[in-house]
């Protein structure tokens, strides 16, 4: 009888904790949030180990601690659309009359989150009242302490990074990665200098269909179409004699795919302007909805990429976990399935996002075997390159499906877009992998193909010896018609960023030249960085 109490009081609390997400989640569709099957086991096991707490007092305070931390998080996401941050938490406590007064102007909107909380909590209260009557064990506060504690001790060791949240993840795991990372990490952020905001203006928008694909770890380096020796991108050099063709070099904003892709996204330049990133002023997610475009995105990998990077403003998402079997079975050919069966609008903005060159290179042989050529393994180098080539080799035949897929669903004003997040080393002075601060960890290519549509940005390829992830992040704000001007933006240097975006990180300014880029010494995004020290 008494066990069976525990149990009872364990599924009260777990479904006190977790209703938000089965009301607001699957039953009315107003989040994203959902409940994997990892996040019911932690949120049961937490809730079996508060049953066996013998201090009421110790259990009200937990209660209390979950209730307003979810709460805030619940409320931020139904009303801006994604999960908070810990940048955002304090802005929750701090502006508390202006939230107050925009939450009560959304009240016929906001509601079912309210009622939601309410539902919760009479959970949890009356789960807590009745645990009296468990079976209680000596020293348990203590093993929860352990329990809560887990979240805080990563983000310490492992830093902001590892607290991205993830859009349809649980929001329990949301709230305790994000406050985890506010107590720990929240005097780490690194200033802002005094920027100026970002001045946006519209206009017409010039292609009505723009397809930006966003590769992995691909150096343009170890291309045909470049220069490279082997010939693994015929079809690339089929296009490069289509006049609807333009190709240049690119220079990537960051060294992993994370970080990339906030920067990139969020058209970020100077380093340290991380309220460009809060604030999403310059989105490309966001500035396509703006200007009427249905918004797009498909990708082969985690949804926890893509923190920070405007899926708010994305009427449609998948990522891997929506489509392991097929994703197991084909690679990134199945991400071309779930393209074909999108209901698009009069003008759309679709990202796809691949899987494919991420190491092991050798992997995506099994798709294609014919297209492998023989291995050597004489060395590292020699073997981790080849198997490179092999993959770019995939990765041109994955592209000759994807231009013929769209050509079909969208054979009219349209244009396909192609850079990577970042390049890779492949044996390069013995060094391999792509988080070193080093020029051939940036090499991208950067591509455009236009279907049936306007030349301007093919145009602006052809006239640039390199293109950055910045540069090319303006040129597609362009084509829905907003145009940016960045009044910090400095006339001579653009900028490599490290990871850690914030905290005190590293910085890699380099300038354009007739041949390419040239990269310049490395400094720190707290310090003032202008061409008069190099």
């Known amino acids: ?61 937990i209660v209390v601690i979950i209730t307003i931390t979810q709460g805030i998080q619940l409320n931020h996401w139904a009303y801006f659309g994604a999960p908070i941050h810990s940048q955002d938490i304090t802005k929750a406590f701090a502006e508390f009359d202006e939230i107050f007064e925009a939450g009560s102007s959304l009240a016929n ?31 348990m506060w203590i093993l929860v302490l352990s329990v809560l504690a887990i979240n805080p001790v990563l983000s310490y060791i492992r830093g902001p990074q590892f607290f991205h949240n993830k859009p349809t993840a649980s929001t329990i795991h949301n709230t ?84 990339a892709l906030q920067l990139f996204f969020n058209n970020f330049h100077n380093p340290g302007f991380i309220d460009l990133i809060r604030n999403k002023s310059a989105n490309l997610f966001r500035l396509a909805r703006h200007q009427g475009y249905k918004t797009f995105l498909i990708s082969a990998q985690g949804e926890g990429l893509f923190h920070e990077t405007g899926t708010q ?66 060395s ?52 391999f992998g792509h988080n070193l601060m080093q020029p051939e960890v940036v090499d991208v290519p950067v591509w455009a193909y236009a279907i049936n549509a306007d030349l301007c940005l093919n145009n602006y390829l052809k006239s640039q010896t390199v293109c950055s992830h910045y540069d090319l992040g303006k040129q597609i704000a362009n084509l829905f018609g907003a145009h940016i001007h960045n009044p910090n933006e400095h006339p001579n240097l653009q900028y490599v960023h490290g990871t850690e975006l914030h905290k005190n990180y590293p910085v890699m300014p380099w300038k354009k030249t007739k041949k390419g880029a040239e990269f310049l010494k490395i400094e720190l995004a707290n310090g003032r960085i202008d061409d008069k020290s190099h």
């Open 1 to 61: 009888m008494v066990l069976r109490q525990n149990l009872i009081c364990t599924a009260l609390i777990c479904f006190g904790i977790l209703l938000p997400d089965l009301y607001l989640g699957y039953f009315l569709k107003m989040l994203s949030c959902t409940v994997p099957l990892a996040a019911l086991a932690s949120v049961m096991g937490l809730s079996a180990i508060l049953t066996m707490v013998k201090s009421r007092g110790f259990l009200v305070v």
């Open 109 to 139: 909107t906001l509601w079912p989150v309210w009622l939601a909380q309410a539902l919760s909590l009479a959970l949890l209260i009356y789960g807590t009242m009745r645990i009296k009557k468990c079976r209680h064990f000596p020293f």
């Open 176 to 259: 305790l990665r994000s406050f985890s990372d506010w107590l720990v990490n929240s005097q780490t952020s690194v200033h802002n200098f005094g920027y100026k905001a970002y001045e946006i203006t519209y206009g017409q928008p010039k292609i009505k269909n723009v397809v930006l694909i966003m590769g992995e770890s691909q150096s343009s380096r170890y291309m045909q179409m470049y220069g490279y020796k082997q010939a693994n991108t015929p079809f690339l050099e089929e296009l490069k004699g289509d006049r609807n063709f333009a190709y240049t070099k690119g220079i990537s904003t960051s060294l992993a795919t994370i970080e």
């Open 313 to 378: 403003y994305m009427d449609y998402f998948s990522f891997k976990k929506d489509m392991l079997k097929p994703l197991k079975e084909k690679g990134d050919e199945a991400l071309l399935d779930v393209l074909v069966e999108m209901k698009f609008s009069d003008k759309n903005f679709i990202v796809i996002h691949l899987r494919h060159i991420h190491e092991p290179f050798g992997e995506y042989a099994k798709y294609h075997p014919e297209l492998a050529k023989s291995i050597s393994k004489d």
């Open 380 to 431: 590292r180098e020699n073997q981790a390159q080849q198997e490179y080539s092999n993959a770019i080799a995939y990765h041109d035949n994955w592209v000759k499906q994807c231009v013929t897929c769209i050509r079909k669903i969208l054979p009219n004003d349209t244009i396909i877009i192609f850079t990577s997040d970042h390049g890779q080393l492949v044996g390069e002075r013995g060094l």
